[in-house]
């Protein structure tokens, strides 16, 4: 029974097989077969984190409204920002440094950021030590905090994050030193 039972899907498949060359052959079967043309899109522009790479510090001169800002805010925003970045191992991430007087303390704070689009999305950690107190605290900026083209050799710096639990946000554009 077995045997009988092989040997008829055997046949089958022979069968199978010779109807479908047959079909491959056929005389008034097409043999091109037109596509309607694709259109292939344009190859975007390679976006890397180079334009954020380097030194930049705050350009009072170019920005007066950020000082008024930082005065009247002091206490929660940050004066005379620098910011660093330098390319990491791909096109797409960078090593970050952000030091900057916030909450009347000169901090400095690294990390990291990844580029999305055209913005540099960064986080970074410090310690620092109180004026006149023996001890430190965590510098912590993350969400919100970016970096953007804002003009010809200028970056927007926006940070957001906590100075020994105090809050600080707020933004500075940067200019390349």
Not at 30 to 43: E, I, L
Not at 107 to 130: F, K, S
Request: aromatic residues 4%.
């Amino acid at each position: 029974m077995t045997r009988t039972l092989i040997g008829g899907i055997a046949v089958a498949l022979g069968m199978t097989l010779m109807v479908a060359c047959q079909k491959k052959e056929s005389p008034t079967a097409p043999t091109t077969v037109s596509a309607p043309a694709v259109a292939v899109p344009p190859s975007s522009p390679s976006v890397s984190v180079d334009s954020f790479v380097g030194d930049w510090q705050a350009d009072p001169v170019t920005d007066p409204g950020s000082i008024a800002e930082a005065e009247a805010a002091a206490p929660r925003s940050c004066s005379q920002v620098e910011f660093r970045a330098v390319r990491d191992v791909d096109s797409r991430t960078a090593a970050v440094v952000f030091a900057a007087t916030c909450a009347r303390v000169r901090i400095r704070a690294t990390g990291v950021g990844t580029l999305v689009g055209d913005t540099l999305l960064w986080r970074a950690r410090g310690e620092v030590t109180l004026p006149n107190a023996a001890r430190t605290c965590a510098v912590i900026f993350g969400d919100g905090s970016k970096a953007q083209p804002a003009g010809e050799g200028l970056v927007r710096v926006a940070y957001n994050g906590t100075i020994c639990a105090a809050p600080v946000s707020g933004h500075a554009l940067v200019r390349r030193r």
